[in-house]
């Protein structure tokens, strides 16, 4: 059988060409200061007049002002942000003439070494919430480094790492390219980006790798992917990966697919499924993997096994394949998963057995609460620890999954599922809203916990990435983290009585 048309990359005569263009991608954050282009600060002298300073600002059309001494040392910073609340509304109103520029700069002024790398410039504008940062050499202000500058490096480290991974040449390429999807998502994570925006970006990556490694498999096994499709199940399926992922994938074969093509596909998974665990994808404990036979399935067998699962299947049968109802086309055919996608949203609702006894799969693990409201711990090392994910967000996972297949939706996100049901079933939507938010908080935990540095204050324990110590969140946390499993338990609750009890 000839390979998938268009399965040779555009650089297949030069392997080093996606690794080259990546460049920039793999070491930006990494990279001193120093290596961005000098940008002469534009400043004044401290006791220049506010007047002074705004034209200087005007002039060289910048954000920003400094003011420095005789040596060059920054002293303080007034920004465009600044104006509004120090200078337009101030009381009594200023008189730009006469006022000195220290009366309404901000100082001290945050600066930073040349020589220290672009993480640091990120990881300071996010604490302080500045968007300026001056840049020193032998403490005399050289350069500065704007919000925006980092953007750009991170929106061009964000499409050069996609362009990468897409157009590879070849399985070791992509295995080079794989560790800068975490690298590049601890540094957006410690930029401040959001949880969901995280998660997706993590997801979109993670597919076109997991994509240009079926392509070039198909290739080399002789296949056509226009015969199959790569799905994928549990987080990878609802595009909710964190940075620390397993494998749960599978494989729809076409019903024209007989016997002997079916054990190469299923030789081309096994292989695809071994080069994703060398590329950080570790294999799945519970061989929910392509490469087992129960896995790659034509589409008649899929739909056969969805439409057990929903008519007759048991409460074990139904802890294991809860996650296949997640299921996401990844690489090949879509259009194979249409039927699977169409079937489980038209039967779903007219099994109540199979609603009921997903319903109370879901109640296995409750939120880390005790009796009284409080975060009900474990001990771990000696430590107070709680598991965010199996006590946290799998409960509003398993909430949402049910609730969705009961209305029929075909919604696989968690966010998107707990949305639609909720305004299905009619609930407030300051209450729905409230699901979702409470679902991002403990994500947000979860890929702070994963994120952490490796300098001995990282708060996973050793062998759980989802497990985070106490001991390591501020009041401020642990308030949102008591807050979100609140709400966890309520929509437990309201799953339990409604279709546990009823």
Same mark, same amino acid.
Do not use: Y
């Given at each position: 059988?000839?390979?998938?048309?268009?399965?040779?990359?555009?650089?297949?005569?030069?392997?080093?060409?996606?690794?080259?263009?990546?460049?920039?991608?793999?070491?930006?954050?990494?990279?001193?200061?120093?290596?961005?282009?000098?940008?002469?600060?534009?400043?004044?002298?401290?006791?220049?007049?506010?007047?002074?300073a705004l034209? &200087?600002?005007?002039?060289?059309?910048?954000?920003?002002?400094?003011?420095?001494?005789?040596?060059?040392?920054?002293?303080?910073?007034?920004?465009?942000?600044d104006?509004l609340?120090?200078?337009?509304?101030?009381?009594?109103?200023?008189?730009a003439?006469?006022?000195?520029?220290?009366?309404?700069?901000?100082?001290?002024?945050?600066?930073?070494?040349?020589?220290q790398?672009?993480?640091?410039?990120a990881?300071?504008?996010?604490?302080?919430?500045?968007?300026?940062?001056?840049?020193?050499?032998g403490?005399?202000v @050289?350069?500065?480094?704007?919000?925006?500058?980092?953007?750009a490096?991170?929106?061009?480290?964000?499409?050069e790492?996609?362009g990468?991974?897409?157009?590879?040449?070849?399985?070791?390429?992509?295995?080079a390219?794989?560790?800068?999807?975490?690298?590049?998502?601890?540094?957006?994570?410690?930029?401040?980006?959001?949880?969901?925006?995280l998660?997706?970006?993590?997801?979109?990556?993670?597919?076109a790798?997991?994509?240009?490694?079926?392509?070039?498999?198909?290739?080399?096994?002789?296949?056509?992917?226009?015969?199959?499709?790569? @799905?994928?199940?549990?987080?990878?399926?609802?595009?909710?990966?964190?940075?620390?992922?397993?494998?749960?994938?599978?494989?729809?074969?076409?019903?024209? @697919?007989?016997?002997?093509?079916?054990?190469?596909?299923?030789?081309?998974?096994?292989?695809?499924?071994q080069?994703?665990?060398a590329?950080?994808?570790?294999?799945?404990?519970?061989?929910?993997?392509?490469?087992?036979?129960?896995?790659?399935?034509?589409?008649?067998?899929?739909?056969?096994?969805?439409?057990?699962?929903?008519?007759?299947?048991q409460?074990?049968?139904?802890l294991?394949?809860?996650?296949?109802?997640?299921?996401?086309?990844?690489?090949?055919?879509?259009?194979?998963?249409?039927?699977?996608?169409? &079937?489980?949203?038209?039967?779903?609702?007219?099994?109540?057995?199979?609603?009921?006894?997903?319903?109370?799969?879901?109640?296995?693990?409750?939120?880390?609460?005790?009796?009284?409201?409080?975060?009900?711990?474990?001990?771990?090392?000696?430590?107070? @620890?709680?598991d965010l994910?199996?006590?946290g967000?799998?409960?509003?996972?398993?909430?949402?999954?049910? &609730?969705?297949?009961?209305?029929?939706?075909?919604?696989?996100?968690?966010?998107?599922?707990?949305?639609g049901?909720?305004?299905?079933?009619?609930?407030?939507?300051?209450?729905?809203e409230?699901?979702?938010?409470?679902?991002?908080?403990?994500?947000?935990?979860?890929l702070?916990?994963?994120?952490?540095?490796?300098?001995?204050?990282?708060?996973t324990?050793?062998?759980?990435?989802?497990?985070?110590?106490?001991? &390591?969140?501020n009041?401020?946390?642990?308030?949102?983290?008591?807050?979100?499993?609140?709400?966890?338990?309520?929509?437990?609750?309201?799953?339990?009585?409604?279709?546990?009890?009823?």
């Amino acid at each position: 059988m000839e390979p998938q048309s268009g399965a040779t990359p555009a650089h297949q005569d030069d392997p080093a060409a996606a690794l080259r263009a990546h460049a920039l991608a793999q070491q930006c954050f990494e990279q001193p200061l120093s290596t961005l282009p000098r940008r002469p600060p534009v400043a004044v002298s401290p006791d220049a007049t506010l007047h002074e300073a705004l034209s &200087l600002m005007n002039a060289h059309r910048v954000g920003s002002v400094l003011a420095l001494d005789a040596q060059g040392v920054a002293l303080g910073i007034l920004t465009r942000h600044d104006l509004l609340p120090r200078v337009a509304l101030a009381e009594p109103p200023l008189d730009a003439r006469r006022t000195p520029l220290r009366a309404v700069m901000s100082a001290p002024v945050h600066t930073l070494d040349i020589e220290q790398p672009l993480q640091q410039a990120a990881a300071l504008m996010s604490r302080h919430g500045i968007r300026h940062v001056p840049l020193t050499q032998g403490g005399r202000v @050289v350069s500065l480094v704007s919000e925006r500058d980092l953007f750009a490096l991170q929106r061009r480290s964000l499409r050069e790492l996609g362009g990468a991974l897409r157009s590879a040449p070849d399985l070791a390429t992509l295995q080079a390219l794989a560790p800068q999807i975490p690298a590049l998502a601890r540094q957006l994570l410690a930029e401040g980006l959001a949880a969901r925006t995280l998660t997706d970006l993590v997801s979109q990556l993670n597919d076109a790798l997991v994509e240009r490694v079926l392509v070039l498999l198909a290739a080399q096994h002789g296949l056509d992917l226009a015969r199959a499709c790569w @799905v994928a199940f549990g987080s990878e399926g609802r595009g909710e990966q964190t940075i620390a992922t397993d494998q749960d994938n599978g494989l729809v074969l076409d019903d024209e @697919v007989g016997p002997a093509e079916r054990e190469r596909w299923l030789v081309m998974a096994r292989h695809a499924n071994q080069v994703l665990d060398a590329c950080g994808f570790p294999l799945c404990k519970g061989g929910i993997m392509a490469g087992e036979p129960a896995c790659t399935q034509t589409v008649s067998e899929w739909a056969a096994a969805f439409s057990g699962w929903m008519a007759h299947g048991q409460p074990q049968d139904l802890l294991k394949a809860g996650i296949f109802f997640d299921l996401r086309p990844i690489a090949g055919q879509a259009g194979l998963t249409v039927p699977l996608r169409a &079937l489980i949203c038209e039967q779903a609702p007219r099994h109540p057995r199979f609603l009921r006894l997903l319903a109370a799969n879901s109640l296995n693990f409750r939120p880390a609460l005790n009796w009284h409201g409080g975060l009900d711990t474990v001990q771990h090392g000696g430590r107070p @620890v709680i598991d965010l994910k199996l006590h946290g967000t799998a409960v509003f996972v398993d909430a949402a999954r049910c &609730l969705a297949l009961a209305h029929g939706l075909a919604a696989v996100g968690t966010r998107e599922r707990l949305r639609g049901a909720g305004e299905a079933m009619g609930v407030p939507v300051a209450e729905r809203e409230g699901w979702a938010a409470a679902f991002e908080v403990l994500q947000a935990l979860r890929l702070r916990a994963q994120g952490a540095p490796e300098d001995g204050a990282a708060q996973t324990e050793p062998g759980n990435p989802n497990q985070v110590g106490l001991d &390591l969140l501020n009041d401020l946390d642990r308030g949102l983290l008591r807050d979100a499993l609140r709400v966890a338990r309520s929509l437990q609750q309201r799953v339990e009585m409604d279709w546990v009890r009823s």
